[in-house]
């Protein structure tokens, strides 16, 4: 079974660090980006960015960019996204999500909608 | 950048009635990569449609997809107690990402 399987709740204060992950297994780790979404309390997803565990090629979306890292441990199938100082406003859960693939008409592979999505993390940051 | 835009906010129907949920893009986008998600309280959300119209793997065809250009469309024929949750439109770009819209509250009547 596919299954991606996120690190439990986390509770910090503003200025501490963090790393949370997402392992997944039943399939090739290296082959299939990981996408991560942010969801505030009581509000909707919202992308954060994709990284290819196979060779860490990263993409943000602009509005977190400089503000979260993605990285990936290939030996252990498993990504991971941290932040070097959280604020009360990173309060949220956070899922990782990996998109479907299909091949065009070319016969390259290209990606689309999130298939497969972990359970979520809870991040509470309060002083 | 894209902005999806759903309607209605929140949509109040009883089991057994017939939902059509809206998604408006902001510019015109490929129906290759419009998918629409469902999320019930607690969980994490589901793909129950993708390139506009295709479902998902283990998706009843009570749902179904439409749409192309700007405007997209989520339809469930027949409601049932499971459905009422909340739903969201998203779209892949290859040179921006990810977008979703702000999602549509299913509520029972």
């Known amino acids: ?127 | 950048e894209i902005v999806l835009t759903q309607s209605p906010g929140t949509l109040s129907l009883s089991p057994g009635e017939r939902a059509t949920l809206s998604c408006r893009a902001s510019q015109s986008v490929s129906r290759d990569y419009l998918g629409w998600y469902r999320q019930k309280p607690g969980q994490a959300p589901r793909l129950l449609i993708y390139g506009a119209s295709s479902r998902a793997t283990g998706i009843p065809d009570r749902f179904s997809g439409s749409g192309s250009g700007t405007q997209f469309t989520l339809t469930i024929s027949r409601l049932e107690p499971e459905d009422f949750a909340v739903y969201y439109c998203q779209h892949y770009d290859t040179s921006t990402g990810y977008t979703f819209g702000q999602g549509t509250k299913l509520e029972i009547k």
């Open chain 1, 1 to 127: 079974e596919v299954q991606l399987v996120q690190s439990g709740a986390e509770v910090k204060k503003p200025g501490e660090s963090l790393k949370i992950s997402c392992q997944g297994s039943g399939y090739n780790f290296l082959n299939y980006w990981i996408g991560w979404v942010r969801q505030m309390p009581g509000k909707g997803l919202e992308w954060m960015g994709i990284i290819y565990p196979g060779d860490s090629d990263t993409y943000y979306s602009p509005s977190f960019q400089g503000q979260v890292t993605m990285s990936a441990d290939k030996s252990i199938s498993t990504a991971y996204l941290q932040w070097s100082s959280l604020k009360a406003s990173d309060t949220a859960m956070y899922y990782c999500a990996r998109p479907r693939y299909y091949y065009d008409t070319n016969g390259y592979r290209k990606i689309d909608a999130f298939d497969i999505w972990g359970q979520g993390t809870v991040v509470t940051v309060s002083s």
